[in-house]
């Protein structure tokens, strides 16, 4: 195979070089990453690697929350190639977690330079700055507790590519791409954002064919090839996705989660951004210490790079002179998801609830990826066929630009006056100095900072035009890394994360009962270690925190006073009279327990695991049936008798589909990474 250089090498390569030093702590393993990250969705990760590099399929979590099925889309679980790939290859810990962040930061630059480049603009400079405005935003850093939302800005450009793909260049492979970037997007982003770009993409496509059927010039054969590919993505897109959503549907009905959230509008409407946050269009650094009722300083910051917002008259100028309606149209959801992340505030996002799914989600600041998404759309549909030396050369432009830049740095200069008084500095160390700062001291810095940087953009658009492109990029990289103490990284070292959560090699016997067992440690900085009990291999009754990723039968035991006593000390499996005869545990893994017992007499045996379909028992080899009394737990009657019984978590539809679904995805990927590379693309 004769392999040909890839296009745009150097700015793929700027793109990950932005990506690195914008997280540095993270990219350089200086301090750990924190929060949910690492208390719901790293023992996930953890638990997936751990389990194949002990020869088991990921199906049961049995040390989270009492047992959790692997087989939903509502975390990382057996469906998701990614973490498949990432724990078969490099197992884990807290330095693959880390790497693993930086690659979906980077794979959100890569997707978003490829589909402006191919689909949007032909200039590369100003493809390479929408990219990193996209990638480095402050939407991105404040979200980078949840990996799930990080990875919706990874996939979701791959996904709107392959999309726009199947629409201009109809074909079976065209088909098949869609169907795989569908199927990775629905697999490894929230769910909330998956039931998001599902209306929309069915939006695009029916608009999309309408058009095409009715108002486009082309001939009835090229109607004709739209209608069977675009079909034929549809159907294989079913079919992949088929499996993990029926089993994340068989999983919710488990879940208190079933329940529309929005009879409980506080609860409903919490994390939604205020109005008052877009002070962090300049200044996102002070969105670490705005406080408003019943929302959260990771859903306030919208900060775009300055070169969104000096683009953006000139972009409405173009678009508005050259009638570019499709423009007019990325704009106009750009503005919907805007004021639909401001909740309560306003009726967008209550009246999504009409559309079925929507009103199970709260966190309505999460949609603020959907307004950067389509804010960088429009800038880039809008300039499709300007140059990034016509921008800052032509008097139009530049006159735009100049007005655009003396506005923001008179509001700037507002802001340094506000904030003049607070120029103290508290704290001992650099990270408390940095967290310990006000509201006030933080718009002074961030605002004196973003001066001298205008300043220094003015002067490079009239005397040095080639330090422009730097300027901007730069911009995002050190907004992005001053804001990483606040929302991305903890005080403490990856290597004293990864020794504080050490993980247990394979799946030994469980000694201590689930009652005795810690899940939540405190450790001498007085700083709770949440779901320890995973990285031991153990369960525990302790629910530390699985936010929404508890079986509503356990979630009602762990409430059950006089029930959790009643199992106080009781081992993890046992007889519920102990009276009836002994029992050994020979061996515990995760999806599968072996127990050799002497009974006097019959007797019921309970294993304190989350009772769910797919759970088996055998005596002896043979499959006998599992009790269904109200205990939360799976338990089975037994004759008298030395017997061995084992129970086993067994799903055999879920185990084909996902081998089916990673083989599917995975064979594509080799077979379009050969073809690009042949290619050199």
């Known amino acids: 195979m004769k392999i040909q250089s890839p296009k745009n090498l150097n700015a793929y390569l700027v793109i990950s070089l ?37 020869s088991q399929l990921p199906l049961w979590f049995n040390s989270w929350a009492m047992g959790f099925p692997m087989q939903t889309v509502l975390t990382w679980g057996i469906y998701s190639t990614p973490q498949i790939i990432f724990g078969f290859i490099a197992g884990s810990n807290f330095y693959m977690l880390h790497v693993q962040f930086v690659f979906f930061i980077m794979l959100s630059g890569w997707g978003m330079f490829r589909l402006l480049q191919r689909h949007f603009l032909k200039d590369e400079k100003i493809s390479l700055l929408l990219t990193c405005a996209f990638m480095l935003s402050g939407i991105t850093v404040s979200s980078s507790q949840w990996l799930l939302y990080i990875t919706c800005l990874s996939f979701i450009p791959w996904l709107t590519y392959c999309a726009i793909n199947l629409f201009k260049k109809p074909s079976a492979y065209h088909a098949i791409a869609f169907a795989a970037s569908y199927f990775l997007f629905f697999t490894n982003v929230h769910i909330y954002l998956s039931v998001v770009i599902t209306y929309l993409l069915i939006v695009f496509f029916a608009l999309a064919i309408i058009y095409v059927m009715w108002y486009s ?47 409980d509008q506080q609860f409903f409407q919490e994390n939604y951004l205020h109005p008052k946050a877009l002070i962090t269009l300049l200044t996102p650094l002070a969105s670490a210490k705005l406080e408003y009722p019943n929302t959260n300083p990771v859903v306030l910051n919208v900060y775009t790079g300055f070169f969104c917002l000096l683009l953006l008259p000139v972009a409405i100028y173009v678009s508005t002179l050259k009638k570019n309606y499709a423009a007019w149209a990325l704009l106009s959801l750009s503005v919907i998801f805007l004021v639909a992340s401001f909740g309560h505030l306003s009726v967008v996002r209550n009246s999504m609830n009409v559309l079925p799914g929507f009103s199970y989600f709260r966190h309505p600041g999460v949609l603020r990826i959907y307004f950067l998404f389509f804010l960088v759309l429009f800038l880039a549909q809008s300039l499709r066929s300007v140059k990034f030396e016509e921008l800052i050369e032509l008097t139009t432009y530049r006159r735009i630009l100049k007005i655009g830049l003396v506005s923001f740095l008179s509001l700037l200069l507002i802001m340094l006056v506000y904030s003049i008084g607070a120029v103290g500095l508290p704290g001992r160390s650099i990270y408390e100095t940095v967290k310990k700062l006000s509201f006030r001291q933080l718009v002074f810095i961030n605002a004196a900072a973003q001066f001298v940087l205008l300043l220094i953009v003015l002067f490079a658009l009239e005397k040095r035009k080639n330090f422009l492109l730097p300027l901007f990029v730069a911009d995002l990289i050190l907004n992005t890394l001053i804001c990483t103490p606040f929302f991305t990284i903890s005080s403490y070292t990856v290597k004293e994360a990864n020794e504080i959560l050490s993980a247990t090699k394979g799946f030994p016997v469980q000694k201590l009962p689930p009652s005795l067992t810690i899940a939540t440690k405190k450790d001498g900085k007085n700083n709770y270690w949440y779901n320890v009990n995973s990285f031991k291999n153990e369960v525990s009754t302790d629910l530390s925190m699985p936010g929404p990723l508890a079986l509503k039968e356990i979630d009602d035991f762990s409430l059950n006073d006089s029930l959790k006593n009643a199992f106080a000390e009781k081992p993890i499996a046992f007889l519920l009279d102990s009276s009836s005869g002994s029992l050994i545990i020979k061996k515990q893994l995760p999806k599968r327990i072996v127990i050799d017992m002497a009974l006097s007499k019959p007797a019921t045996i309970i294993l304190q695991q989350a009772q769910f379909p797919g759970w088996k028992a055998y005596l002896n080899g043979k499959e006998i049936s599992l009790n269904q009394l109200s205990l939360p737990f799976v338990h089975a009657n037994l004759p008298a008798g030395k017997r061995t019984v084992e129970f086993v978590f067994d799903k055999k539809g879920v185990t084909v589909t996902a081998i089916f679904c990673h083989v599917f995805v995975l064979s594509f990927l080799f077979f379009s990474s050969y073809r690009n590379l042949k290619r050199g693309d």
């Open 18 to 54: 932005a990506a690195i030093f914008a997280y540095l702590p993270v990219s350089f393993m200086i301090f750990s990453l924190k929060n949910d990250v690492v208390v719901i969705e790293y023992p996930f990760q953890h638990f997936i690697a751990q389990s194949l590099r002990n």
């Open 217 to 263: 010039k082309k001939t009835n054969e090229e109607k004709r090839r739209l209608l069977k590919f675009a079909s034929l993505g549809f159907v294989l897109t079913a079919i992949i996705c088929a499996a993990p959503a029926y089993y994340t549907a068989e999983t919710l009905a488990h879940l208190k989660r079933s329940i529309p959230i929005i009879n």
